[in-house]
């Protein structure tokens, strides 16, 4: 048995669960700190990047009215913070001075407070004297240092470039693309992909062969390579055919360096091992998941088709642990996605993949005649939705040309993306490209029941028969949004004595409202009275959770007041006894 003292009241037990739901919310986040929009296009060419949580959204913009005094003429790289609502400037010196000439391509941190792109700037940092650099901004300290350089310090060679930077969730290890020949012995002119550790200063090659062995001459490595959240995992683009066995397609594929074991494996094979006749989309950036098991691309080779080939782009995503390959543009009844599917991302667990699609048959209802919309796939229900959606629910306007790129919170729960749309977020008026956040309409997360509870009272006194009006209250969410509770069922742990005993019937009212209705009322020879109210909340996009909460009729005042629970589930709400 168990005692319910007076003034607590212990919930017995509670069981959360989730559904899908396609009700979502846009944000726009290319905005200034009191979020007037931006007066020039953001995001038009390199995809914005989020945090592990999705507050801090970094981003390239040509506006000049983000910040105070942006008078460079030139695209910046800004970090909007969706909590608090401010938008600050990232590239820029130590000092505080702006950059003398564009940046792009920013990548964040998992915490938001590194921010790494690339510049041609020559005044971020003393003693820039050569072409394009990746550098990273220290948020925290207001700092900025340039990682494109060698393990001593010393620059790119004249004429070099370094772009495409990725950065690992510390902050600690970035990934670049370079024409640099001077960051270790490299005897080709091509662009190589290096990891700076910008704790040791160390930099090493990445897109090498398993035994260490530099990729072919001639066969360049391609941009916007993608590394795990530990730094350990890199992927990139290579025509090169000495970098794994076998490999004989001709074609650019998608690779993965393991920085730990020294192996480089091919990540765009079919899931029996077979390679792609086409290999991956050089030019629409992968992803990889936190640990480096699952990396999503692009592809339009058949080898890697599950559903009818129809030689457009689909995206597919390897498991590198099973050794499987899944395709995830699968239309409505297991048809093929119907068009060009690109520019994915993916959850830090591997489950969710966002992307940009042409396709109108991935989801019911697609009349799109542009290709600006942006789906996500749940891999573990098979479930699409699409993200892009208008403030009102209707599709997104779209100006027909858009390049769209994705990005995805590491848990999951947010989508980021740029578009030239007008009608995703209200008063929208600037006609050039914005950046926006929306939920993941297939993660939302589910209310929580556990520490629900009656209110205002959970032990009513005296027993004067009089009926009492109980809210359940305590119950959270994690993703804030608003409840509905509904009561279910209400019992006791006594007998429905009746109106002939002088006792009033029935105990308990409410079942199908927001409040349960019970009796301040027990069994004058018993141990107090303990009502079970049975309820479900539900927060209005899917989510659920189901919970019983209790209060007490003591039998006297005396002992601490202690209801003792006999769990016996007599129906308060009759019939009658």
């Not at 009215?65 to 942006?70: A, E, G, I, K, T």
């Not at 925290?140 to 060679?157: F, H, K, M, Q, Y």
């Not at 990445?206 to 490595?221: C, E, H, I, Y």
């Not at 629970?565 to 009658?576: K, L, S």
Request: hydrophobic share 35%; proline share 5%; with cysteine.
């Amino acid at each position: 048995m168990i005692a319910i003292q007076k003034g607590l009241l212990f919930v017995m037990f509670a069981v959360c669960f989730g559904s899908p739901s396609i009700v979502h919310a846009v944000e726009r986040v290319s905005v200034d700190s009191l979020a007037i929009e931006a007066n020039g296009p953001s995001g038009r060419f390199a995809p914005p990047r989020m945090s592990a949580d999705g507050r801090f959204v970094a981003f390239e913009s040509n506006a000049d009215n983000l910040v105070p005094n942006d008078a460079n003429g030139a695209a910046d790289i800004f970090v909007h913070d969706r909590m608090t609502g401010m938008t600050e400037r990232v590239s820029i010196a130590s000092d505080g001075s702006e950059a003398s000439s564009f940046s792009q391509e920013p990548a964040i941190s998992g915490d938001g407070r590194f921010v790494a792109f690339n510049s041609p700037a020559n005044n971020l940092v003393p003693n820039d004297h050569f072409n394009n650099d990746v550098f990273v901004y220290d948020r925290l300290n207001a700092t900025i240092d340039r990682v494109s350089v060698g393990p001593s310090g010393e620059e790119a060679d004249p004429g070099a470039n370094s772009f495409g930077a990725a950065i690992s969730a510390d902050g600690r290890f970035v990934a670049f693309t370079t024409s640099a020949s001077n960051f270790d012995v490299d005897s080709d002119p091509d662009f190589d992909v290096f990891v700076k550790d910008r704790l040791t200063g160390s930099i090493e090659r990445a897109n090498v062969a398993s035994d260490g062995s530099q990729s072919a001459p001639g066969l360049d490595s391609n941009r916007l390579p993608a590394i795990s959240a530990d730094g350990r995992f890199v992927t990139f683009f290579s025509a090169a055919a000495n970098l794994v066995a076998d490999d004989t397609n001709g074609a650019t594929d998608l690779f993965v360096h393991d920085r730990l074991t020294g192996a480089t494996e091919r990540a765009d094979v079919a899931s029996d091992g077979g390679q792609a006749s086409i290999g991956a989309a050089g030019d629409k950036s992968p992803a990889i998941s936190a640990d480096g098991r699952f990396v999503a691309f692009t592809s339009r080779a058949q080898d890697l088709y599950t559903t009818v080939y129809n030689g457009r782009d689909q995206i597919f995503v390897r498991d590198r642990l099973a050794g499987l390959t899944e395709q995830i543009t699968v239309g409505l009844g297991g048809t093929t996605g119907n068009s060009d599917s690109g520019n994915t991302s993916i959850s830090g667990d591997g489950r969710f993949v966002a992307f940009q699609s042409c396709s109108t048959n991935l989801v019911a209802g697609d009349t799109s005649a542009t290709c600006d919309d942006v789906f996500v796939h749940d891999r573990q229900t098979g479930t699409t939705a699409r993200v892009s959606l208008a403030f009102d629910g209707g599709e997104a306007s779209g100006n027909g040309s858009d390049l769209i790129v994705t990005a995805m919170s590491g848990d999951g729960r947010l989508i980021s993306w740029d578009s030239g749309s007008t009608n995703l977020v209200p008063a929208d008026t600037n006609g050039v490209h914005d950046v926006f956040v929306a939920a993941n309409p297939l993660a939302n997360r589910s209310p929580s029941c556990a520490a629900a509870v009656l209110a205002p009272v959970s032990t009513l006194w005296p027993p004067n028969h009089a009926l009492v009006r109980l809210a359940v209250a305590g119950i959270s969410d994690p993703d804030g949004d608003p409840i509905n509770v509904t009561v279910t069922q209400i019992t006791q742990d006594e007998p429905l004595l009746g109106q002939g005993s002088g006792d009033k019937c029935p105990d308990g009212m409410g079942i199908g409202g927001a409040t349960a209705i019970v009796r301040a009322e027990r069994n004058g020879t018993g141990d107090g009275r303990v009502y079970h109210v049975h309820f479900e909340a539900t927060d209005g996009r899917g989510g659920s959770c189901i919970g019983m909460a209790t209060a007490c009729v003591p039998h006297d005042m005396g002992n601490g007041s202690a209801c003792t629970d006999q769990h016996t589930d007599v129906n308060a709400t009759g019939p009658c006894q």
